[in-house]
């Protein structure tokens, strides 16, 4: 069965510094990445998405993130968050294997501090 | 304009009752889901249409029925409500199932 793990929880981060948030998928077969972003009390709104090309994705609001097949990961990256940045954030992937069914990773939650 | 729309954004109601919540999408999309989003903000999907034909359906109690009336429209009806169905539902929809998905904004019940 397809599983999308977030290894953090929580990222505490000082304005303008970059931030990192780490995915890690499980799959046997091609799989599609998604980075979406819940604001506080807001639905989720897509950041990003990996099908197939570039392994370099850049996405909205300058985040970025890399696909890496040898590594099953999908890290999400800013080089300098600002104070707005601060959400949850989901890793989510899905699978022909697995129905084209959506999995979400647990979430990170990214707090910005001045 | 709004997307996808749910309504009501908020639900509070007592054990044993039943509700509806109602679920619109104006992007044309072929296919909306449900998700259950819990306390601790775990996303997990409960059901999906794809043309008004249920394609995903998740090991959800039978208490929660989903009706498709046609495309644009998803809603979720719940009977016999009971605590542990207090989260946050949100609806999204997707032109097919390997696209991006469009959340609503949720809509948060709480059982008492």
């Known amino acids: 069965a397809q599983s999308v793990t977030q290894l953090d929880s929580q990222v505490p981060v000082f304005e303008e510094a970059p931030v990192e948030l780490r995915c890690n998928y499980s799959?046997?077969?091609?799989?599609?990445l998604f980075w979406y972003v819940q604001y506080p009390n807001q639905g989720l709104q897509l950041l990003l998405k990996?099908?197939?090309?570039?392994?370099l994705v850049k996405g909205i609001n300058g985040f970025e993130a890399e696909f890496n097949k040898s590594q099953t990961s999908f890290h999400l990256r800013k080089p300098s968050v600002h104070i707005s940045d601060t959400a949850e954030y989901f890793c989510a992937g899905s699978s022909k294997a697995a129905g084209n069914k959506l999995t979400f990773g647990g979430g990170t939650r990214v707090l910005v501090k001045p | 304009d709004t997307a996808v729309s749910q309504t009501p954004k908020y639900l509070v109601t007592q054990m044993g009752n039943d509700k509806s919540i109602k679920c619109e999408q104006n992007l044309g999309h072929d296919t909306m889901y449900w998700y259950k989003q819990d306390s601790k903000k775990f996303l997990k999907i409960m059901f999906s249409y794809n043309n008004k034909e249920l394609i995903i359906n998740e090991t959800v109690p039978n208490r929660f029925s989903p009706k498709s009336p046609d495309k644009a429209h998803l809603n979720l009806h719940i009977n016999s409500l009971e605590l542990g169905d207090s989260a946050v539902y949100f609806c999204a929809s997707s032109q097919d199932r390997l696209a991006e998905q469009f959340f609503g904004p949720g809509t948060r019940l709480t059982v008492l």
């Open positions: 799959s046997s077969v091609s799989v599609y």
């Open positions: 990996y099908l197939s090309g570039s392994t």
